[in-house]
């Protein structure tokens, strides 16, 4: 330092003019990437040959990569923004021990620091790479190891088309993240409810020939739960939901007085389908008493307190169900452990179909 460099003192104004400065460019540039999208908007029309004012954009792609930009009033869409919350609910709750609130999918996840915090918790593998540092290299070094060990566990093959990258989850693709973070959330079985058929209108950009060519496109984000877990097939009960709700009401009440027929022998009514089911005890002591037989109260949590014991017992419903001869369970034990009625429904359909000569047919 030379001598008549003046000495800056710690909370000097030229340092909090240097932070403002900071805040101040990254609010800039949060607005600068929403222009190009609105240029890109513009420029496109329905048109889907090459778009010349791309070029003049700070998109880098390589020959054949393409991206996707999600439309400004797509960005509104109810089901979009519930995905939203549900993923950013669901990681913060894994990595509550580090006291991280997800607020914002795009900028907590870009660098990879959180995402490798997340596949640590998940996979119980310890990511051996430094802490992610300012250096956008060091960040995409970082976002390397951790998508390789995602492909890994997933047991992605090299030739399989993947919906994200290191670069597009670098840049904040709000679409690559949300396809990364649903693939993760299926494959690790994610005690949480993923809002189905997840839509968003948005903008193809791909580069060919060495240039930029833009279209429009609905992308799906989600379809059904069953078919992302790669499960179950369709049954009426989808078709129930989705284009006889009138009669909703009237499955339920005929299951609700099957239910009772048996459970009023233990002085227990059954109201609500929707709440009375998911911690599985109404489950287990249906099944005994269609059986003809007691569950010991140490296989069970009578009066579960968190929502580990009322999977462990849903799941142990599951297992009776089997065990007395019922086909696999068409639902996840986390989703009626969710209170997720099409699955409570499911399975208390299926003891209904076993025992209906006793009882009342729909």
Do not use: C
């Not at 513009?42 to 048109?47: L, T």
């Not at 996840?109 to 802490?131: A, M, P």
């Not at 009960?237 to 499955?251: G, I």
């Not at 227990?268 to 998911?278: A, K, Y």
Request: proline content about 3%; overall charge negative; glycine content about 4%.
């Amino acid at each position: 330092m030379s001598a008549g460099t003046p000495k800056k003192e710690p909370g000097s104004p030229s340092k909090e003019k240097s932070f403002i400065g900071k805040v101040t460019t990254l609010g800039r540039k949060k607005k600068k990437d929403s222009q190009d999208l609105d240029e890109v908007m513009d420029a496109i029309g329905s048109a889907t040959s090459p778009v010349d004012s791309l070029e003049q954009m700070d998109i880098n792609l390589e020959e054949g990569e393409e991206i996707y930009l999600i439309e400004k009033e797509s960005k509104e869409d109810p089901k979009l923004n519930e995905l939203m919350q549900v993923l950013k609910e669901w990681i913060t709750e894994e990595l509550k021990e580090q006291r991280l609130i997800i607020r914002n999918l795009e900028e907590d996840l870009h660098d990879g620091q959180i995402l490798g915090n997340l596949i640590e918790k998940l996979s119980g593998v310890k990511l051996e790479v430094r802490e992610v540092m300012q250096s956008e290299v060091f960040q995409k070094q970082k976002l390397t190891r951790v998508l390789d060990m995602v492909n890994q566990l997933m047991n992605m093959q090299r030739w399989t088309k993947l919906k994200w990258s290191v670069d597009s989850i670098h840049s904040r693709n709000l679409i690559a993240i949300l396809h990364l973070l649903v693939a993760l959330a299926f494959h690790f079985k994610a005690p949480i409810r993923i809002p189905e058929y997840v839509e968003v209108q948005a903008v193809q950009i791909k580069k060919q020939d060495g240039m930029l060519h833009a279209k429009k496109l609905a992308v799906q984000v989600t379809a059904t739960n069953e078919a992302v877990g790669g499960r179950f097939e369709r049954d009426a009960f989808d078709t129930l939901f989705d284009h006889a709700p009138d009669k909703l009401n009237v499955v339920k009440k005929s299951l609700v007085t099957f239910a009772n027929k048996h459970l009023n022998k233990l002085n227990i009514e059954v109201t609500d389908l929707d709440n009375q089911f998911d911690d599985g005890v109404f489950f287990i002591l249906l099944l005994g008493l269609l059986e003809g037989y007691f569950v010991p109260l140490h296989n069970y949590h009578m009066t579960p307190t968190n929502f580990e014991e009322k999977v462990h017992n849903v799941n142990f419903a599951f297992e009776l169900m089997e065990d007395a001869g019922l086909p696999k369970a068409k639902a996840r034990a986390e989703d009626v452990a969710q209170g997720h009625l099409k699955s409570v429904l499911r399975t208390i359909y299926s003891l209904f179909l076993k025992h209906k000569q006793a009882d009342n047919k729909i």
